[in-house]
């Protein structure tokens, strides 16, 4: 007896200091779904939209690179050892990539992040101003995803993440951005700029008209007339509302500050001093070691494009004010000797003159530093005392802009017979500029002036599609003609492999 | 009638009331006396279990071998054994003293195995289990106890992750058997699983990059532990379910002894030096080199080693103290340690403060309820030097100084550092001896585990047990770097500091209920059941901030002092991960001639996908003592001849908590978005292991053995995927299709060549040879092996492939230099993927360990060996930090990159190609010791020795870089690398000197 008495002293025992767990799991640090289904945090799901921007359009992995340096306006050097980094960046200028490029598979997943979190914020209760802004943001990724891609993996609101995502057309998307563009426009505010507001709305669905022949067939772009004829409306409502005009200093869009100062911005993503996206790239990329602000001696522009611009052409460069008088940097286009303060020659790290060549490879051999003339189109935010510039630089990313704009405008009547009205648009840009006027206006010289113009700001390769001279040769970097199955960049390796309904673009 | 009880008795802990309610068996007891010594020499055993037949009555002998025993009146055997030795059966007669004395078997098979969740004999151990007692440990400057045992057991492979005192290790049981993070071996500390990985937070630094991990052991002082068991095959350690999948390390730390009591004093001085410099320029041949190359300017016309300056002869100084005693009843041992171990490098080292408790007690006069506790408490403070796994152009230490021009003065003539004036432009020479002064990095990781063990002993074939264990770790660390170091990233932002708190907290509750019962003379029956609750946290916060402008002070000191708008807060805590599990164990012996174990446990985990909750890891071994057969039994040549064959599924679970569930997360400034996808099918790792084995002994003992084979099959794979976008951010995690198989034989062979009574001679050799082969996945590419160094980003090294085994090397071959000095790779561009083939593996195909000791009187000299061979490894140290284009860039280069005869562009790129895989075959010489016993003294003096250890005395290898002994952690996407280094801090070679004694 005793014995069971011990017996059942020590089961109760196990009982009283073990029961059995159910094993649910305590997340701590972050909130399960159904917790935060009654939570709703809705403004800091809408930031997440936000700042999902940042890494895709922000840094020069971003679509950046796939948009400019696989043109004739960017390229990215491998200079002795410096910029191999696996070859990504040559690749790109030489239109011979694989699906594998981390730049390409990066771009891929970072836009469509976007595509998810516009989409997820949805599923919860929000106002008609938080869904326009959403959509507004969606319809940016899913065009951008479009243009590079051609196809969009896309899920409807509320979907199970746990399916595989259906895939969007060609057409299938142009008609989700259109309705996404065309939903959010009558909910979304005037401004500011840096938040999705209904005139960056109509400059967007502008582009989604201009590009739709272009999107269906990349090799031979087509334009309806019913289609200019909404770029050109949509344009004339941009025109009319009279919020935007050009600004007589060409690089004021582009200073810190300038969503505040410039009037040319349509549509910028926010930065700040305490937080921002990587536009810093923008002046650390090209510039050299030795210059203030320092550089990491990268990538450069081809001489054939800076041969694009008349010298008086403000947008080929400028001694810019302070910033020039207080480090010696201009701002641009740099090319030849480099200058400190005070007029100081500059010396690369041999001792040599820092003397921007115009002659680059894709392969830099013998002094690799100097080659290539470099592009320093957004002012460095520079600190107090011009010791150095911001990491956090307040500079808010230009997304859309009033030129591209009235470009858009000029295009559209161009391209519907309207040349006379629309050499107007281009030499009132041109005379801002500081250019001289066109006698009368091609489809070339078009093309060349939205290069003059929006270099650098990741429309060249949508524009050299749409123009049809995206597989050219651009000269040495690029002898020949590229072949058709580069007019798009291939669904990457790894996304093809989660998602089956994913065909690979042809030829790849 | 426990019904009837007031509440408030209830609440009295159960065991108090069973100490109320059991009752007594009297009995009429008497006292006996004796010693135990040493057949061969007479001299005393210290230590010698002797325990009254058929009772788990029993006490221990003291330092002189002597004991006192109370037996009862109806005792009539003593059994009477130790470890290393026979066992003796002793009849009691009417005398009250009995001497015995026990003669030394190599091989004893009566010895104790720990094994999970018990003890067996080795006789009838039926697993892959290697036990490496604390006699045969490697000696030398220990900071943690896997460096105790490598190279000791065959199939087991410990690498340096870094030469940092208190740097972790990476340790493989058979080979890599997962693909992600998570292929180490489970610890078990005194029946208390460990969590794996340790508290002090990990943290990096821009210019620098981030330093390795600290080994998550350096809590325990190597010299508290008496023995490792590791459990290699599934028979072992499918016992342990779920996370036994990749071996299984039992440490044991010593236990009280009862008798007299007895202090012990161990201490060493150590002086460390480091073992090898790489080859770079001197200054006089770096001016030949800049000459040859045209390059001027760069000849500062001084000579000096960038990296004699940054490293310095260390001293290292241990001490333990031991303390133990008590009676039969109540025994109990203390110890305190404290270490102080230099780093070779500027500014580095650990100091260990360990203290350990434990206590063994019985009550009732039945003697039927005991209670064991434990204590280890510890405090690590670790200084640690800027040396990072991943800096990125402007290199860490390590690289700094590698590179630093041999021919520029590391101080200006007022003693201040030679720093490249800025001028405005960042600087791209950094002088190591001014980064090491301006970068300070302090640690402090205070743990405590602390058990208790309560167990009663229901009838004579029954007993319960219940193991109660917390184990609370908090890591805190400080770093800051002075804003007058000319690192671009520091100095713009005039200063960074930061400092970060972690704290781990596990608890563990286990109850075991065993079986043991001889049913008849040819029939023992062992049987054991338990439960087992294993719950684990964590959490920290940090906090980091610019701008400060007094270097008078610490920066961490003065938080408060940096520029109020580059602040920058930080917290985590992660999922809770529980664990809860029923396993159970039959033994089964016939005759003492055939074995049988099965094991069976099923773990649930609460971070296991809602659709597979729980796993079933179930075991079967069985094995036949042939020796036992009358056919051999009487056989002079042969003692032991056992034969085991097992077959076991184990399991991987190291993946997050949290990660089979939807979650949102803050991801900074306000913003909130979903994270990770759900996978409800999310489990655990799966390896099924056969297993089969000979032990054996010859010739009296003196030669033994264990040849082994074993074929792993490892399939769930856990992997981290890209989650299919549009999708939530992040990863899913998904068992994949592949199927990691690892294979191999294995020899662990003794001998005592000569037995005499003052001369003896033992040799132990430990051999493996093992495959590894990764198939049927039919995913994205996994990569892994990053590539530091500028120019690139991106770029990698190892392809985990079908057919291949994990963490293969895939790069362009290189085909040597062109006449123009450019490197060229088979097909032409080594960074088109066409170009690049699988080129060798990481993992050694043979791992070698030998040790003998020769023992003449008092002298006795060890040497521990050990090696691997058919590995390659890969010099990223070369390839980022000393390529030929530092000529140009003011830094020095490699001796085996400058050709005078045939000069490679200074300005050529350097892909990742086999020009930088090297063989890593090497024998290391891990430590010598010659010691000298100086036995008993005088009635003070109870034994006292002195011993002298060289470690790391030499390598055998044509491995150019530091040691081929290494694995800089590279990972990509949290799949690691293997057999990668990265300008690693280097080993050291130590001269140590111990004296033991005990009173």
């Known amino acids: 007896m005793k014995r069971i008495k011990y017996a059942l002293i020590i089961a109760g025992t196990i009982s009283s200091l073990t029961g059995c767990t159910k094993l649910n799991e305590s997340l701590n640090g972050s909130v399960a779904e159904a917790e935060f289904a009654k939570a709703q945090d809705i403004p800091g799901l809408l930031k997440a939209c936000y700042t999902a921007f940042r890494g895709p359009y922000q840094d020069q992995t971003g679509i950046w690179c796939l948009q400019d340096m696989s043109t004739d306006d960017a390229i990215g050097p491998t200079r002795g050892g410096d910029w191999d980094d696996n070859g ?28 998810f979190r516009t989409t997820d914020i949805q599923r919860f209760t929000i106002t008609d101003d938080v869904r326009a802004q959403a959509l507004f943001l969606r319809a940016y990724a899913t065009f951008s995803t479009l243009d590079l891609y051609g196809k969009v993996p896309f899920r409807q609101v509320g979907s199970d993440v746990r399916e595989a995502p259906e895939v969007l057309e060609t057409d299938e998307a142009l008609a989700q951005i259109t309705t996404d563009l065309t939903t959010a426009i009558p909910n979304l505010a005037d401004g500011p700029v840096y938040v999705a507001n209904k005139w960056a709305a109509k400059a967007l669905l502008a582009k989604v008209y201009l590009n739709k022949g272009a999107f269906k067939d990349r090799a031979n772009p087509s334009f309806d007339a019913a289609d200019m004829a909404q770029v050109i409306s949509l ?64 990538f450069a522009t081809l001489a054939t494009f800076y041969d694009k611009f008349e010298a008086a052409d403000q947008r080929r460069g400028v001694a810019y004010g302070a910033f020039t008088t207080n480090t010696g940097m201009r701002v641009g286009m740099l090319e030849g000797q480099q200058y400190g303060k005070g007029g100081v020659l500059l010396k690369d790290r041999s001792g040599n003159n820092l003397i921007f060549t115009r002659d680059v490879a894709n392969i830099v051999t013998g002094n690799v530093e100097t080659p290539g003339i470099r592009v320093v189109k957004y002012v460095p935010d520079m600190k107090d005392d011009w010791s150095a510039d911001r990491d956090n630089a307040d500079n808010d990313y230009v997304m859309l802009r009033y030129a591209d704009v009235l470009l858009m405008k000029a295009e559209a009547l161009l391209r519907t017979g309207k040349g006379a009205e629309a050499l107007v648009i281009v030499n009132q840009i041109r005379a801002i500029r500081g250019a001289t006027a066109f006698a009368s206006l091609s489809l070339d010289n078009l093309l060349d002036e939205r290069g003059r113009e929006l270099y650098w700001e990741s429309w060249r390769r949508n524009d050299l599609i749409r123009f049809g001279h995206f597989l050219d040769a651009v000269g040495t970097t690029r002898p020949a003609k590229s072949d058709n199955k580069y007019l798009l960049f291939p669904i990457p390796a790894n996304a093809l492999a989660a998602n089956p309904a994913l065909g690979q673009n042809p030829g790849y | 009638m426990i019904a009837a009880l007031p509440r408030w008795v209830k609440r009295i802990p159960a065991f108090l009331l069973l100490l109320l309610l059991c009752s007594v068996v009297q ?76 003669t030394a078997t190599n091989a004893n098979l009566n010895e104790v195995v720990v094994v999970g969740y018990g003890t067996v004999r080795k006789k009838d151990l039926t697993g892959s289990v290697a036990t490496v007692k604390e006699k045969d440990f490697n000696q030398g400057v220990m900071s943690a106890p896997d460096q105790l045992i490598q190279g000791k057991v065959a199939g087991v492979q410990i690498l340096n992750n870094s030469g940092q005192p208190g740097g972790q290790t990476t340790v493989r049981i058979r080979g890599t058997a997962s693909i992600r993070a998570g292929g180490g071996p489970l610890y078990v500390v005194d029946g208390v699983q460990l969590p794996g990985g340790s508290a002090r937070p990990g943290m990096g630094v821009s210019g620098i990059g981030s330093t390795p991990d600290a080994n998550p052991l350096n809590f325990i002082n190597p010299q508290d532990i008496v023995s490792m068991d590791v459990l290699k095959d599934a028979s072992a350690t499918a016992i342990y379910g779920s996370r036994g999948a990749n071996g299984v390390v039992l440490v044991t730390t010593k236990r009280g002894q009862s008798g007299q009591p007895k202090l012990d004093i161990a201490s060493n001085f150590g002086v460390s030096k480091i073992l090898k410099k790489l080859k770079v320029l001197s200054a006089s041949e770096y001016r030949d080199a800049l000459g040859k190359y045209g390059v001027t300017g760069s000849d500062w016309g001084s000579d000096v080693d960038g990296m004699d300056a940054i490293t310095r002869t260390a001293f290292t100084q241990n001490y333990t103290v031991g303390l133990s005693g008590g009676t039969e009843n109540a025994r109990m041992r203390a110890s305190f340690g404290y270490m102080d171990q230099q780093g070779i490098v500027l500014k580095s080292g650990i100091k260990k403060y360990t203290a350990n408790l434990n206590g063994a007690y019985k009550f009732l006069e039945s003697k039927k309820l005991g209670v064991d506790i434990n204590i280890l408490a510890s405090h690590v403070a670790e200084d640690i030097a800027p040396v990072s796994t991943d800096a990125g152009f402007e290199g860490s230490l390590i690289g700094m100084a590698l590179q630093w021009n041999p021919t520029r003065a590391l101080r200006n003539a007022d003693g201040s550092y ?148 580059n602040r920058g807060l930080n917290s985590y805590h992660n999922p809770t991960a529980e664990l809860q599990s029923m396993f159970a164990r039959v033994n089964v012996n016939l005759k003492d001639k055939y074995l049988a174990t099965v094991t069976m446990r099923a773990d649930g985990s609460n971070k296991f996908g809602s659709n597979n909750k729980y796993g079933y890891f179930p075991s079967a071994a069985l094995a036949w003592n042939i020796s036992e057969e ?146 049927k996945y039919t995913g994205a590419d996994l990569f892994t092996g990053a590539i530091s160094g500028q120019g690139l980003t991106g770029a990698l090294a190892q392809k985990m492939a079908n057919g291949q085994p994990l963490n293969s090397f895939w790069m362009a071959r290189y085909t040597g230099l062109d006449h123009d000095g450019n490197a060229t790779f088979e097909g032409g561009d080594p960074n088109v993927t066409t170009n690049r083939f699988f080129v060798g593996s990481p993992n050694p195909k043979t791992l070698l ?53 045939q000069l490679e562009n200074k300005s050529a790129s350097q892909p990742v190609s086999t020009r930088y895989l090297e063989k890593g075959d090497y024998f290391k010489m891990a430590n010598l010791t010659l010691s000298y ?67």
């Open chain 2, 27 to 102: 009995a009429q007891d008497r006292v006996i006396t004796g010693k135990v010594t040493d057949s061969k020499d007479g001299s005393p055993l210290i230590g010698a279990t002797v325990t009254v037949k058929g009772t788990t009555q029993g006490v221990s002998t003291g330092a002189d071998g002597s004991f006192r025993i109370n037996v009862p009146a109806s005792a009539k055997t003593l059994v009477i054994s130790s470890v290393g030795y026979g066992s003796q059966e002793m009849s009691i007669g009417s005398g009250d003293v009995i001497d015995a004395t026990l």
């Open chain 1, 88 to 115: 990504v960046w040559r690749v790109l200028h030489q239109q011979s990539w694989l699906p594998d490029n981390q730049r390409i598979q990066d771009n891929f997943a970072n836009l469509l992040q976007i595509v």
């Open chain 2, 849 to 901: 360990g030998f040790s003998t000791t020769l023992s003449v009187s008092r002298f006795s000299v060890t040497a521990n060996m050990n090696g691997a061979l058919g590995q390659m490894v890969y010099n990223n140290t070369t390839q980022a930090a000393l390529a030929i284009g530092n000529i140009i860039g003011n830094k020095n280069i490699a001796k085996s990159v400058y050709n005078p005869n």
């Open chain 2, 418 to 565: 030679n720093i490249e004036a800025l001028n405005g432009f960042p600087a791209t020479v950094y002088n190591p001896l001014a980064v090491s002064a301006a970068y300070n990095d302090k640690s402090k990781t205070t743990s405590v585990l602390a058990s208790v063990s309560p167990y009663f002993k229901i009838t004579k074939d029954l007993e319960y047990r219940m193991l109660l264990s917390m184990n609370y770790s908090l890591g805190n660390r400080s770093q800051y770097f002075s804003n007058w170091i000319n690192i671009q990233a520091i100095q713009a932002v005039n200063g960074i500091a930061q400092t970060a708190n972690n704290e781990q907290f596990t608890r563990q509750v286990t109850h075991t209920l065993n079986y043991t019962k001889q049913i008849n003379k040819d029939f023992n029956l062992g049987a054991m059941v338990g439960y087992e609750y294993f719950r684990f946290e964590d959490q920290g916060r940090s906090m980091n901030a610019q701008g400060f402008n007094s270097n008078s002070l610490p920066y961490v000191d003065y938080f408060n002092g940096s520029s109020t708008t």
């Open chain 1, 235 to 298: 344009c004339d409502e941009i025109i009319a509302s009279s919020k935007f005009e050009l600004e007589t200093d060409f690089f004021k869009a582009f200073t810190p500050n300038n969503s505040q100062t410039s009037k040319e911005l349509i549509f910028t993503l926010e930065n700040t001093r305490e937080e921002a996206g990587n536009v810093r790239f923008h002046w650390h990329a090209p510039t050299h070691y030795n210059q203030n602000p320092s550089g990491w001696n990268g």
């Open chain 2, 630 to 775: 009358d056919f051999l039994k009487e056989s002079s040549f042969v003692n032991t001849l056992k034969l085991r064959l097992g077959w076991g599924r184990t399991g991987n679970q190291e993946f997050p908590s949290g990660a089979a569930q939807a979650r949102y997360i803050y991801i900074g400034s306000g913003a909130v978005s979903q994270t990770q996808y759900p996978n409800p099918d999310l489990k655990w790792e799966t390896s099924t292991t056969t297993n089969a084995g000979i032990d054996f002994s010859l010739l009296k003992s003196r030669f033994y053995g264990t040849i082994e084979y074993f074929i792993k099959k490892t399939n769930d794979l856990l992997l981290v995927q890209p989650v299919t976008q549009p999708g939530p951010n992040g990863v899913i995690w998904k068992n994949s299709d592949g199927v990691v198989t690892n294979s191999g034989v294995e020899f662990t062979l003794n001998a005592a060549i000569i037995d005499k009574a003052k001369l003896n001679w033992t040799v132990s050799v430990f051999a493996s040879f093992l495959k590894n082969k990764f198939d």
């Open chain 2, 933 to 999: 016993g100086l036995g008993r003294i005088s009635n003070t003096f109870k034994s006292a020795g002195i011993f002298l250890t060289g470690q790391n005395l030499f390598i055998i290898t044509k491995y150019t870089g530091f040691d081929p002994e290494v694995n800089t952690p590279k990972p990509i996407n949290d799949i690691p690398s293997f057999g990668i280094e990265y300008t690693p801090y280097p080993p050291a070679r130590t001269i140590m000197l111990g004296i033991n004694l005990s009173l």
